[in-house]
């Protein structure tokens, strides 16, 4: 009891920050294994067949790795025009973090996956 009530604390903040970056470095790996699967030319279903993810999830690692420099060509499912009426709708919709906003202000016209890669775009270059 006496070693619990003297070592416990530090102790547990030593696991939590073991399992942090254990938690870390495998979102690091599942990135990079999509990366490779879209540098050698997999489109967002084949890779998500291949991984075992449906494509929402697929296309939110392409947005990140965008974000981190990598050079992923958003515009390839997503357009300028979209991109554009997107970014009126940033503004208009007084630049909301979710994408539901975004989805219900286009009447479901525009899907989730496009709203998140314009945003991401935009982020990159406003």
């Known amino acids: 009891q006496r070693k619990l009530e003297v070592y416990g604390p530090e102790f547990i903040e030593v696991i939590k920050t073991f399992l942090e970056q254990k938690k870390r470095k495998k979102k690091i790996s599942t990135y990079k294994k999509t990366l490779a699967l879209y540098n050698k030319g997999k489109t967002v279903e084949e890779i998500a067949i291949t991984r075992g993810l449906n494509q929402t999830t697929v296309f939110s ?9 990598e050079a992923i060509d958003l515009k390839q499912w997503v357009d300028l025009s979209t991109i554009k009426q ?33 945003l991401t775009y935009l982020e990159i270059n406003p």
């Open 61 to 69: 690692h392409l947005a990140k790795l965008f974000e981190e420099g």
């Open 86 to 118: 997107i970014k009126i709708a940033k503004q208009a919709l007084n630049n909301p973090e979710q994408l539901r906003p975004y989805f219900d202000f286009f009447e479901g016209k525009i899907p989730y996956a496009q709203i998140r890669l314009a």
